[in-house]
């Protein structure tokens, strides 16, 4: 078990290395640092102040030398400053990442909760009503676009209905009923297509558990339904779910810039946006890279799961 989680382990920081690599370059490639700095104000710099910026920056040492101290600064918690405010960038995550937080876990929470047993009930009564209520489910769940869907929702239940708030997270001093109003529309909006993903992985997975030959044998024993559903099949068919599970998550986590945006959610994904459209790209390589760490501790979460649920997969 032990050596199962150290080789996860190595294999995330491996990745995240990689990632670091991968955003470094790709911020050099976009141009010149200085370009991006120098406000509309500062264009008359001299090429003297211009050369001193650049030496400030570390612009004249190697490229590697550049990523290797940029890698030092990461490590130390120092992800540089905002170029519009010249804030720093790891204070504006630190506000920014508990709401990108509680909102993928509340999306992931709610498509768990509903995917996953429609999935199961679907397997259990196929062909019946269930069945195609389920599967009729999945199928707008995947072809409805997150961001029509966040509109819409908008439209109907805060512009015309009035139930819900527009947009963006409750104030602190609110109640918890106050704040999740906030939460519902975003949370459904992110996690729709995941609740659909859920149920039609769950789905196939039961159906093959349920055909296999030791279940029609316990089936055949008189064993009741509910037991035979929920603790022979199921759990049998969870690491499918759960693979799904880890890598959903990592895209709640990674992929809600669209959901921000449309709600005016204050988290990583709109901070990502507003950094693009501000030529900021100190904050832009900042969540690129925050975006990778989540995703790979994620991973190696999903991997802990795989080894406490299946002894095959931690003796493999």
Request: no cysteine.
């Amino acid at each position: 078990m032990v050596r199962f989680l150290v080789q996860r382990g190595s294999f995330a920081l491996l990745t995240l290395f990689a990632a670091t690599v991968i955003v470094f370059t790709v911020s050099r490639l976009a141009g010149d640092p200085r370009q991006f700095m120098i406000r509309p104000e500062g264009y008359g710099v001299t090429k003297e102040q211009y050369e001193e910026l650049g030496r400030r920056l570390g612009l004249d040492k190697p490229l590697a030398v550049q990523y290797f101290k940029w890698l030092g600064q990461v490590a130390r918690g120092d992800l540089g400053k905002t170029v519009q405010t010249q804030r720093s960038v790891s204070e504006v995550i630190r506000e920014r990442l508990p709401n990108t937080l509680q909102l993928a876990a509340t999306a992931w929470f709610l498509s768990t909760l509903i995917g996953v047993p429609l999935g199961v009930l679907s397997a259990v009564r196929r062909g019946g009503i269930l069945d195609n209520i389920g599967r009729a489910f999945a199928i707008l769940g995947q072809a409805v676009p997150g961001f029509w869907l966040g509109i819409m929702g908008v439209l109907v239940f805060s512009v015309h209905l009035g139930l819900l708030p527009t947009s963006t997270k409750g104030p602190p001093d609110a109640s918890f009923f106050q704040q999740l109003k906030y939460f519902i529309l975003p949370a459904v909006t992110l996690g729709w297509a995941g609740a659909a993903g859920y149920m039609r992985l769950t789905r196939s997975s039961m159906l093959d558990v349920l055909d296999s030959e030791y279940v029609k044998l316990a089936r055949a024993k008189g064993v009741s339904t509910s037991l035979l559903v929920w603790k022979h099949a199921f759990r049998n068919a969870l690491i499918p779910p759960i693979t799904f599970s880890a890598l959903l998550l990592a895209f709640f986590l990674n992929g809600q810039v669209i959901t921000e945006t449309v709600f005016g959610w204050p988290g990583l994904g709109r901070l990502a946006t507003e950094s693009v459209f501000q030529n900021d790209y100190t904050t832009m390589t900042a969540a690129v890279l925050m975006f990778a760490l989540l995703y790979s501790v994620a991973s190696f979460l999903a991997d802990a799961a795989y080894a406490v649920i299946d002894p095959r997969v931690r003796y493999s």
